[in-house]
Nanobody, 115 residues
């Protein structure tokens, strides 16, 4: 069993920054590949970024490439999503995710970007 708890969402003006955190418990964090997804109102959940468990290799959705950075701190069992140059279209609930036989999701954190 894996527990994921996101934090760091909020309201920010376009062009601003936010840093999301996801605290992980219940499984050795260093062996987990971690992802961020988001879901805007009326839309399906979409991939944002991933960071591999061993190499730390990262991948991003084209819509956030160059603006968002995913990172991890294995000592603190936490994955981060630094979001810069935010746009109104980034408004969504952001979810932390990992897969260990099953899919595990956090409860989500709301990010609202005003124009």
């Amino acid at each position: 069993q894996v527990q994921l708890v996101e934090s760091g969402g909020g309201l920010v003006q376009a062009g601003g920054s936010l840093r999301l955190s996801c605290a992980v418990s219940g499984r050795t964090f260093s062996i987990l590949t971690m992802d961020w997804f988001r879901q805007a109102p009326g839309k399906e959940r979409e991939f944002v970024a991933t960071i591999w468990r061993s190499s730390g290799t990262t991948y991003y959705a084209d819509s956030v490439k160059g603006r968002f950075t995913i990172s991890r701190d294995n000592a603190k069992n936490t994955v981060f999503l630094q979001m810069n140059s935010l746009k109104p279209e980034d408004t969504a609930v952001y979810y932390c995710h990992t897969r260990v036989a099953n899919d595990y999701w956090g409860q989500g954190t709301q990010v609202t970007v005003s124009s």
